[in-house]
């Protein structure tokens, strides 16, 4: 089954201890579909400006997304400088133009309508409401979201999360959201306000997750070189989405292994800058990195 | 096979968000021998004043853990006043008296020269020297250590690490003595000052091992309350040195299943305060958590 996604189309200007690179491409939607497309179609909502080089639209062509939804308007393409420090788990903004961005409208194209996953990445909650008025028969819906959100857009944050199955977000905005420091009853408490399930991102700590009843903790795939955390968060999320439309199913155990492959495919992203390793990786290397990381949990 | 500890016992006064306890049983020999008592017979090594209440030893006595390497020395019992707020990660020293604590001479008894397992909980880098010069041909030594060595004594803790197997220590600890924030490669540049192998402990987000070429990385077992974590590191050192001294085994299946055992026994000590809930556990309730925990990371 195809997985609808809406978010951002970014360039990045990214700085790390590993380096730097300049306005390479970015978004979490860019990454989402990406990561997503290893496993299943993708279609694409988003929107960029005149200055986006039409030769980098190949990148989601290449990939077979289908980008009916991609919005092409008068303005520059929105950009993000950050830079990461010391053990890179926090993203510090240099600089944020959001440009096109700032007055995106997504519109679905008919032909996205029947979609029956679909991810809205991290955006305004009106935003992401006004795309869940526009899809028919949704079989999983999940979201992601931010701090600034819950500071800024809290009503419209939580009427969102009774219309959605599910949620991705980081450790410290999942304690912003409830006030409790504990991430198991955080995210139990995510749970009461609408979504059956709860996913909780700790970067190099790996995965909580709420399912019903069931709790679910993974660890990162242990990796020696980070050059680049940026879009972590996405892949992860495109892997774990495109695991269960590719599976089709949403039980806990799928959910598990969902988080295991978001788990690995973010592991892939991380090792390079920007979508420099994510775009290369092969579903085989995929499922290789998979089957190690499974390997690594069994407890014999 | 029995193991041989070496560390402090103490009266904690511990608050907590969820209540506080004064003058509690602590320390980590404490702790340790506890949890490793689960597993094999325990020859622990330590130091109380002539405050100690005898009946308060009959916690050890109940365990079966030989005593006849506890000094009662003129004067105080050590004490330690502790704070934890927020996530609890961090502990906030409130008051500290290490009243006998300050001169111990760790002296083995002729009975445990004959050690094969041995743990030489945080202290003094000279000392922990000074009890591997009293065993005749131990199999596995493990030692833990603290900023305040890496600081303050840092040759003598290079002098240790050249003749311990393994080392536990938290992940502020491993970045702080190699000045690298990949963890990966702080276990690594760990492993490269003499031991085979190094155990980073991360708290709520569970342990990472360098194991000579293998990397093992588990997460902590999720709760939903932690009332108090003093004791979790040495309930986790107990736990892993209990398991191997009982497999009799230490290549990295053994490690792997030795670190699940310190994570579900460390859960238990971080349910309620000092050893409320850890003195009480069965084996049968450990090995129920432990297959629990086996079946949560099992990726199917």
Known sequence: MSVLVVGSIAFDTVETPFGKVE?????SATFFSCAASLFTDIRLVGVIGRDFPEERLKIFSERGIDTAGLQIVDGDTFNWTGRYEGDMSQAETVEVNLNVFGTFDPILPDSYRDSEFVFLANGAPA???????????PKLIVCDTMNLWIDTALDDLKALLRRVDGIILNDGEARMLTGQDNLVVAGRAIREMGPTFVVIKKGEHGGLAIVGDDIISLPAYPLPVVKDPTGAGDSFAGGFMGYLAEAGAIDAAAMKKAIAYGTVTASFTVEDFSLDRLHNVTREELDGRLAEFSELLTIR
């Open 23 to 27: 306005g390479a491409l970015g978004g």
């Open 127 to 137: 935003l992401q409401l006004k795309v869940l008025d526009q899809v028919q028969k």
